[in-house]
Nanobody, 121 residues
Framework: QVQVVESGGALVQPGGSLRLSCAASGSFTSIFNMAWHRQAPGKQRELVAHILNSGNTAYTDSVKGRFTISRDNAKNTVYLQMNSLKPEDTAVYYC???????????????WGQGTQVTVSS
């Protein structure tokens, strides 16, 4: 069994910062790409940032220069540092991790349950 669990969501004022964490646990052999998505009320889920095994990263335009994605492979964890937060960043944030289980040759995407980020004064 594989579990992916996010943490770190909170209510924060505009201009503030938050750090989200997402850890994978269970029985698996490898972790591949890691990503953060978000879904605001009434909107489709969108990709915010992703980080490859190589460490290469990419961001959606609206968060460039404000958000930083990173990973700690020893801890099977991906982070999202969010600075200069805006009300439009309000959403449920989900992490997605590509994981290959011991019983499989093919990696699959595993999603966390989501963590709420609310930016409001």
């Amino acid at each position: 069994q594989v579990q992916v669990v996010e943490s770190g969501g909170a209510l924060v004022q505009p201009g503030g910062s938050l750090r989200l964490s997402c850890a994978a646990s269970g029985s698996f052999t490898s972790i591949f790409n890691m990503a953060w998505h978000r879904q605001a009320p009434g909107k489709q889920r969108e990709l915010v940032a992703h980080i490859l095994n190589s460490g290469n990263t990419a961001y959606t335009d609206s968060v460039k220069g404000r958000f930083t994605i990173s990973r700690d492979n020893a801890k099977n964890t991906v982070y999202l540092q969010m600075n200069s937060l805006k009300p439009e960043d309000t959403a449920v944030y989900y992490c997605k991790i590509g994981i290959r289980q011991r019983s499989s040759l093919i990696p699959e995407d595993y999603w966390g349950q989501g963590t709420q980020v609310t930016v409001s004064s």
